[in-house]
């Protein structure tokens, strides 16, 4: 896929990984509807990208809230004339012992991971059907393929994610809608608090700048990849995970204990 002109709607625009998939791709000349729940900086990206003469718009939205989801995608189509491409980026994590979760964190997270994504996706999707083109992107994780520990809410929203785009992919086979799945293992952001980066410094996982995942997404749209799967050896043990989960069990057995002192008090 040729970038250059595309209508792109990007939630989470100002995340870590956000931002820089925002000036990616608008150094190769796309038009964005960027989307957050923070006016305040949204604006400050929509004036950093307007620098370099790009075109965009900015909407301000908790996609949680009832209806969001219509509204964003009907307010990027009419300021952008149209959308090519819907890159799902918005999500939320926590490290944390399952029963110290509250019911609330649980709902809002998968709200935030899953349904809004699902919703969003759904209201975009008869604009592609009617012109007979468009892509989707999903920023999943590896934990849409490997159950960790002290992660069980937000692998199962990433399961969820990984299922969707499984499963839209296939039923829109002869649609001429491409779907593109990116699985990130841990990134240097701050989406993992001090805790989070602590316990992974302890246990040898090897983080990714927000700079190397921003790349591989904007690649992976270009070249209109299926699923890509980001670091070793977390993309071994996804894999393994779904031909041996005995093993990886094994292999994560010591990984609570590691992780306990860490956890949120």
Avoid at 58 to 82: F, H, K, M, S, Y
Avoid at 137 to 163: D, R
Avoid at 228 to 257: C, D, E, H, R, S
Wanted: hydrophobic share 45%.
């Amino acid at each position: 896929m040729d970038i250059n002109g595309k209508r792109i709607l990007l939630t989470g625009a100002t995340g870590g990984v956000g931002i820089l998939v925002a000036q990616l791709l608008v150094s190769r000349g796309a038009q964005l509807a960027l989307v957050g729940r923070d006016e305040t900086k949204l604006e400050t990206l929509k004036n950093s990208l307007e620098k370099d003469g790009a075109k965009l718009c900015t909407i301000v939205a908790d996609l949680n809230e009832a209806g969001a989801p219509q509204r964003v995608a009907d307010l990027a189509i009419a300021q952008l004339g149209g959308l090519d491409v819907l890159i799902n980026n918005a999500g939320i994590l926590d490290f944390i012992a399952f029963e110290t979760q509250t019911p609330e964190r649980i709902d809002q997270m998968i709200h935030t991971n899953v349904t809004a994504l699902i919703q969003l996706t759904n209201a975009v999707i008869p604009h592609f059907l009617a012109k007979k083109a468009g892509h989707f992107v999903f920023i999943g994780s590896i934990f849409g393929s490997l159950g960790f520990p002290h992660f069980a809410t937000y692998c199962a929203t990433k399961f969820a994610v990984h299922g969707f785009s499984q499963a839209l992919r296939r039923e829109l086979v002869d649609n001429n809608i491409g779907i593109t799945y990116v699985a990130p293992r841990g990134i240097k952001t701050p989406m993992n608090d001090p805790n989070t980066l602590a316990m992974w410094e302890k246990s040898g996982n090897q983080l990714d700048a927000p700079e190397t995942v921003a790349a591989i997404v904007v690649k992976a749209l270009e070249q209109e990849k299926h699923e890509v799967y980001i670091g070793q050896p977390q993309t071994f043990f996804a894999w393994l995970n779904g031909v041996a989960p005995k093993m990886v069990n094994m292999g994560l057995k010591k990984q609570p204990g590691l992780a306990r002192p860490f956890l949120k008090k």
